[in-house]
């Protein structure tokens, strides 16, 4: 319940960007923090949470973690104006990252020696979620309001809070070290710092030069040196400082920040482009996300039993150009009825993600296979700040244009470059074939 919740709410509310948009009289750039500030909360909270669960056990880490994440979706629907309701999302998505990491540990403590077949299990969640968020998001704009897509969290939430008190076992710490907050602030200021700066440009006729978008990205420069520099000389940074570069780590850091940007960017941004461009209803624009979800799940099972096989690097480089051209075909004018058009285009990107994911998902593992769980919170926070990146500019750049369909679909070809230009990156991946 907690991991279908903290899902659906990476997607449903793309669909109700809009409707958000035009209720609170936002401009688009700002609105579109509800989406990349969701996503910022859930990088800073995700390995803070793991440490703090092993610290102060799991089930206290997400019980806190529900009820946080229910209040915050409570007070979301009852926000009056963008900047409150941005508040709003970042409490929001601290309590919903700090699920998945309690969770895992809640699950594979339980389950013992079949943990790995349990965590397979309710993993198996995230992408169901996936599904049927831009679904619900458009039968609520459609036959109520936006405010629906967070107030629909709060039963769900009470229940599961009850159930957690009631049927999650009490368990030990593991861990007494300290928390990196200093690694996790720099962090946060770096991403925060370059999102205003972007959504700043968007909000007028401001030029590059203007005072506040250059002092708001030096600090994000500073934050970013500074964090660099710690995690290079702290000995309990929570992203160690060889995760960071190198032949094998910071190739992969990069593709993951570009593919972030280029795929999960893309995927926040497809129903306002149904919308804004072809005039959809939210309904219809909130299933082209589902169409991507549904083709994800039919290839990605096919590529995880080949990937021994097949090597890291073709289901990459195939599954880049796939999603690449997808995004040009979804940038054309349609040939056919633009909802299906839209919808195949769609499900080709899915397809592709499909591929590329569970390769580049496992690429870095082998590198440093008793640094696990750094390297997937690592891999999680490249991608997510692709998609601050890739969302901000983005909304900035309709915030400005006179025809933001049209603008869009520029975008969505940057987007596709992105990928054909990170295909010779990939051939720097180590390689890896046969049995683990």
Request: glycine letters at 12%; charged letters at 10%; aromatic letters at 8%.
């Amino acid at each position: 319940m907690a991991l279908f919740m903290s899902s659906v709410d990476q997607t449903i509310v793309a669909t109700a960007l809009p409707a958000i948009h035009r209720e609170l009289h936002a401009q688009i750039n700002w609105s579109g923090w509800t989406i990349t500030i969701y996503a910022l909360g859930q990088v800073l909270a995700m390995p803070m949470a793991g440490k703090i669960s092993d610290m102060y056990g799991r089930k206290k880490v997400f019980l806190l973690s529900a009820v946080v994440f229910t209040a915050a979706s409570l007070a979301c629907g009852f926000a009056g104006n963008i900047y409150l309701l941005v508040g709003l999302r970042l409490l929001q998505a601290l309590g919903g990252g700090a699920f998945m990491p309690s969770a895992t540990g809640i699950v594979s403590d339980h389950f013992g020696k079949d943990r790995d077949r349990a965590i397979g299990m309710f993993t198996s969640i995230l992408p169901i979620g996936g599904i049927v968020g831009p679904i619900i998001g458009g039968v609520f704009v459609a036959v109520w309001s936006w405010r629906g897509i967070f107030l629909v969290n709060v039963p769900i939430g009470i229940v599961l809070i009850l159930l957690v008190i009631k049927f999650v076992p009490t368990s030990t710490t593991r861990s007494t070290g300290r928390i990196d907050v200093r690694g996790v602030c720099l962090l946060g200021t770096l991403i925060l710092a370059a999102m205003f700066g972007i959504t700043y440009l968007g909000s007028g006729p401001i030029t590059p030069y203007n005072p506040v978008f250059v002092c708001a990205e030096l600090i994000a420069v500073a934050a970013g040196c500074l964090f660099v520099r710690h995690a290079k000389h702290h000995t309990n940074s929570f992203i160690p400082f060889r995760l960071l570069r190198g032949r094998g780590f910071g190739v992969m850091n990069v593709i993951n920040l570009c593919y972030g940007a280029a795929a999960l960017g893309f995927s926040a941004l497809v129903p306002l482009y149904a919308q804004d461009r072809f005039g959809l209803a939210p309904l219809s624009a909130g299933t082209l996300l589902t169409a991507r979800a549904v083709g994800m799940i039919c290839v990605a099972g096919i590529a995880v039993t080949t990937l021994r096989r097949t090597g890291y690097r073709p289901p990459m480089i195939v599954g880049f150009l796939i999603v690449s051209a997808s995004l040009v075909a979804m940038a054309l004018d349609p040939p056919l009825p633009p909802y299906l058009w839209l919808g195949i285009s769609a499900g080709l990107t899915g397809i592709g993600m499909g591929m590329a994911v569970p390769a580049s998902n496992n690429a870095s593992l082998q590198l440093a296979p008793d640094q696990v769980a750094a390297i997937a919170g690592l891999r999680g926070m490249f991608r997510q700040s692709g998609s601050i990146i890739a969302v901000s500019i983005t909304t900035a750049v309709l915030a400005r244009s006179t025809d933001p369909g049209l603008a869009q679909a520029h975008v969505f070809i940057v987007f596709a470059a992105l990928l054909v230009l990170i295909v010779p990156l990939v051939f720097l991946v180590p390689e890896h074939r046969g049995g683990w």
